[in-house]
């Protein structure tokens, strides 16, 4: 099993920034591919950013640019750096795990409204 705890998230205005945090537990974090997924209200949770074991990453169109996810195996944690943010952000952003099988953590709320 592996345990995720997210944290990070909140209230910030268009065209600020948030860093989410990840961190991991119950097995080797160097096995597991991290990613950032958000589901807005209404609608369907999609990928934000993935990042490898060779620390390899891909980015959804709509954040390219503006989104940076990075993994710190020493400290068993994943982070999204999130700038330039819009409305469109807004959502539960959720972490997740994958290792032969996929693991969900709770899930941090990001809201950006003026």
């Known amino acids: 099993q592996v345990q995720l705890v997210e944290s990070g998230g909140g209230l910030v205005q268009p065209g600020g920034s948030l860093r989410l945090s990840c961190t991991a537990s119950?097995?080797?974090?160097?096995?597991?591919?991290m990613a950032w997924y958000r589901q807005a209200p209404g609608k369907q949770r999609e990928l934000v950013a993935l990042?490898?074991?060779?620390?390899?990453?891909n980015y959804a169109d709509s954040v390219k640019g503006r989104f940076t996810i990075s993994r710190d195996n020493a400290k068993n944690t994943v982070y999204l750096q999130m700038n330039s943010l819009k409305p469109e952000d807004t959502g539960v952003y959720y972490c997740?795990?994958?290792?032969?099988?996929?693991?969900w953590g709770q899930g941090t709320q990001v809201t950006v409204a003026s």
């Open positions: 990042v490898t074991t060779i620390s390899s990453t």
């Open positions: 997740k795990a994958n290792y032969r099988t996929e693991y």
């Open positions: 119950g097995r080797d974090f160097r096995l597991l591919t």
